[in-house]
């Protein structure tokens, strides 16, 4: 699977939009770009995917450059509870087995 | 609630013991993983359970003992542990039998420590 990089942290104040960027310059055609959030001691929480197309859910978007090879997540109002990590995972077809490979994600602190 | 719980959320153990951590999936999904979170680290994969047959098992240490009755329980049971072993496990699953591309869906997870 492609290895991504992302900032290590973002501020964001509360009621603007957060936008997380991730770097997957590496990615293949049969690749996805997932991303999860995990809030302090929590377990992850699924937000979105993509393949080529930006995605939209009741959560967030996921914008993708046309080449892949970059995506930014989009929260559109940030809350407080939306402070957590944020992580951007890039998962293909080629792997046998579900394993989803964690970084060290974003940070996001929204800010009163 | 993502339609996955674990059970117990918090459990101290001592080195001698023997415990078992549970979840229990209420989403009709037919693969199930359990993750380990030690502190300051990236998550990683235990193990992966599609139809009840154990898929893959990344080089954990048979003091680890994992136990899919049915598609819709996981056991992780326990014996003999380190310090080191302390950590947050996370139990997750997916529908589809544990391909690459699945969503996986978290519980809360269980937050051991080892005396």
């Known amino acids: 699977d492609a290895k991504t990089t992302q900032p290590p942290s973002m501020d964001c104040a509360e009621g603007r939009a957060a936008n997380l960027p991730c770097n997957h310059s590496?990615?293949?055609?049969?690749?996805?770009v997932y991303w999860y959030r995990q809030i302090h001691s929590q377990g992850p929480q699924y937000i979105i995917h993509?393949?080529?197309n930006n995605e939209t859910n009741e959560m967030a978007s996921l914008i993708i450059t046309e080449d892949r090879k970059s995506s930014t997540l989009i929260l559109p109002h940030a809350t407080l509870r939306d402070t957590a990590v944020y992580y951007c995972?890039?998962?293909?077809?080629?792997?046998?087995?579900?394993?989803?490979?964690f970084g060290q994600g974003t940070t996001l602190q929204v800010k009163p | 609630e993502t339609g996955v719980t674990q059970t117990p959320r918090h459990l101290v153990m001592g080195m001698t013991n023997k415990k078992s951590l549970k979840c229990e999936q209420h989403?009709?999904?037919?693969?199930m993983y359990w993750y380990k979170q030690s502190a300051k680290k990236p998550l990683e994969l235990m193990f992966v359970?599609?139809?009840?047959?154990?898929?893959e098992n990344n080089s954990v240490p048979s003091r680890f003992s994992p136990e899919c009755p049915n598609s819709s329980h996981l056991f992780l049971h326990l014996h003999t542990l380190q310090p080191e072993d302390s950590a947050l496990y996370l139990c997750?699953?997916?529908?589809?039998?544990?391909?690459?591309?699945?969503?996986?869906?978290f519980g809360p997870g269980t937050r051991l420590l080892v005396l």
């Open positions: 993509g393949l080529k």
């Open positions: 359970y599609s139809l009840e047959e154990r898929v």
């Open positions: 590496t990615i293949s055609g049969n690749e996805y």
């Open positions: 989403l009709g999904h037919n693969a």
């Open positions: 995972i890039v998962r293909g077809t080629a792997s046998n087995t579900g394993k989803l490979i």
């Open positions: 997750a699953s997916s529908q589809g039998g544990g391909r690459a591309v699945e969503t996986q869906y």
